[in-house]
């Protein structure tokens, strides 16, 4: 790339960016007006400014508990620090590995590439709670059992009726929408029967409102073709062999998608009306009511997800 035209777009971007925080809002691929201005303000209200005669170990105060910490001065261009979030945002996007079966079909289908499996096993970042209102809509003992670190994976490939005709991730940050009314005994292990009779415990079909606990990041999509691996991942969630072989054959010419999720526990969770938007056999849909924002904590430690990410990534890549 000429290196003028790399600075041109560092520059764009760097003012583009200067343009939203001032306005305190951008309108995203949808359309639609996201809003930030009052999460901004309360940054900035909470900010100091240090000087370089304030850097005394006794004016930084840093809590005991925040272990070693250091300050950095270091020669950077203004542009600079957009350009590292750029090349960071590159490193972080969610991982996409197509699965398929070998035979004598293979060599039409595409496989995981080297540079799939040199991929990090999850790269941490800082997260934020989703701005956006959109949702994933799941049977609420499967949103149970991620919100609990029981699982790390959902498996999908559409509603009836998706508007794509197949199943797309819209998005790698999102809510997680908890369904009741479709939920099958039968399609769960015998072992997590508990974890759906807790989402069934008080609940009724003329139900007005549903909570929202949990929001979820997809580190990974995987795409899968392959009934062996698909059955090898058993140990790995909540469902029997024979729902993962219905969503298999369902659409049959159309991949699985296996969903790494990071799942992330609202403090406070957002009870919300049941609106008739919500309802039908779609994938995704944007809630009509704002989530308050909340504290929140990841369900599993940095450590507890990347092992369990890996053992299942490594079944995939076999």
Known sequence: MNPQNNRDRRSKIA???????????YVNHKGEKVSFGAELSAAIRQSRLYRPDD???ESLAIPAHAGRAAIQVTAESRTAPFAAADDRHA???PTIVNVFPTGRNSARLKSPTDSDKRR?????QTIAQPLSPLSLKEWAVAVKALGEGEQIITIRKGGLYEETREFRLENNLFYLYPTYEHQKREMVKPEYHHLLDATLAGWSSEQK???IEYFAEVTDDVELMDEAKLRALSPHHIWTDNFADVRLHWKKKQ???I??????RLAQ?????IEAAYQGCKSWHDLLVEVPRSAFAPVLTDEEYAQKKAAVMAILQA
């Open 15 to 25: 003012h583009e960016t200067l343009a939203i925080l001032e306005q305190g809002f």
């Open 55 to 57: 850097l005394g170990a």
């Open 91 to 93: 490193a972080c996007e």
């Open 120 to 124: 990090e096993p999850y790269c941490m």
């Open 209 to 211: 409102t549903v909570a």
């Open 255 to 257: 991949p699985l998608h």
């Open 259 to 264: 969903l790494f999720v990071r799942t992330y």
């Open 269 to 273: 969770p957002a009870v919300i009306p």
